[in-house]
């Protein structure tokens, strides 16, 4: 790991010593970003009746998000182009800048350093068929880490999270024949990014000093748009004190592919984390996977789309692992409409099924349930 954080570290230096030629003018940002907002409504309902067991959910709501981007670039005399990028959120939030980092990008390819998205999440593929959501991957307005704790993440959870926004270093190559390599390297989970000094390894976290490395391709075929990719994630879980015994290190792949072709998208994705929850040698190994598949179609102004998730989880049951997994199963149907432009406006149903591995004998009925919502709202992206 050390080999490759020195390495990329060699081309940062490269890069600056090849800028020294003087660029036409300094960064100047400019402004961008959305403010989307929604109105759901339905039902949410947990398998029991004993009193203090469940929930009394709201039978409508309302929900909003927005941030705005700050972001600019120059390019040197040589071609080699530099940027920044800071996105702050529209509201409240523990992580207020949740994207900021600089960038360069040449003939040698492109290099990003600060907290940005990971290789694996930049370079998917087949995120397609969800209309109620701006993310692909993530539906909004939506219980979605329900009752069993377990959401629709398709890119997991745990490590294979550090792919988020987290302070990293990537390294993209130029995309050659429809090919290009990522790798993403990030020291420790508790995201230093204050720069306060090395951090302690006695943590018990997991993701620390995580690499993440992930291919595609895209191209055409005829009439056809395709669009593919495969990564993989290896990472150190950490001991919490000198002398204990550290959980098993995560690890995770994912593979997934889309077709597009008179205006219709198809595309699935499968995800696989080992070890996601830094499972102790002692015991069995855990797995979490995630397979979905999405279908839309774009004609004029109107988008219309339908995706269906399965992500599963292994619990243990003591020592042991549990003769039934956490599930949830999601599909939504729904439609898009641009008003005019960076406007449009979306609709659509949301059908919710968790299913949690304690409630063998109905011992925790409160941690399943299912879920009908109505969801209407819209986007401005300016």
Known sequence: ???????????IAVSMVAGSAGAAEKIKLGLGGYWRAAIHMGDTNNDSTAA????????????????IYFSGKTTLDNGIKFGVMVQLEGETSADQM?????????????LEYGETWGPGLL????????????????????????????GINSFGGGAGLRSRPITKLNYFTPRMSGLQ?????????????????????????????????AANY????????????????GSETETAAVGAAAGRDAEGYSMGAQVGFSGFRVGGRYTVIDDIQGTAVATPSLEQSNVRFGVDYSTGPWGMGVVVHKATR????????????????????????????????YGGVQLWDFQDSANLAAA?????????IGVIGTIFKF
């Open 98 to 110: 949740d994207n900021s980092y600089i960038w360069s990008a040449g003939s040698f390819g492109r």
């Open 181 to 213: 390599l990522g790798i993403g390297y990030v020291p420790d989970a508790q995201n230093n990014s204050a720069g306060s000094g090395l951090q302690s390894k006695l943590t018990g976290d997991t993701g620390n000093e995580m690499v993440d490395v």
């Open 364 to 372: 925790s009925p409160q941690t399943e349930s299912d879920a009908t």
């Open 123 to 150: 370079m998917y593929a087949g995120g397609v068929g969800e209309k109620l959501s701006s993310h692909g991957d993530f539906a909004s307005h939506n219980p979605s880490n329900g009752p069993n704790g377990l």
């Open 1 to 11: 790991m050390k080999n490759i954080l020195y390495g990329t570290t060699a081309l």
């Open 52 to 67: 203090g067991t469940a929930s009394d959910f709201r039978n409508h709501g309302f929900g909003r998000e927005s941030e």
């Open 218 to 233: 895209v191209g055409k075929f005829g009439g056809a748009g395709v669009r593919a990719h495969v990564g993989w994630f």
């Open 314 to 345: 292994e619990q243990l049951n003591g020592a042991v692992k549990s003769t039934r997994n956490d599930v949830t199963d999601y599909m939504s149907v729904a439609a898009t409409y641009s008003v005019g432009p960076g406007i449009s406006v």
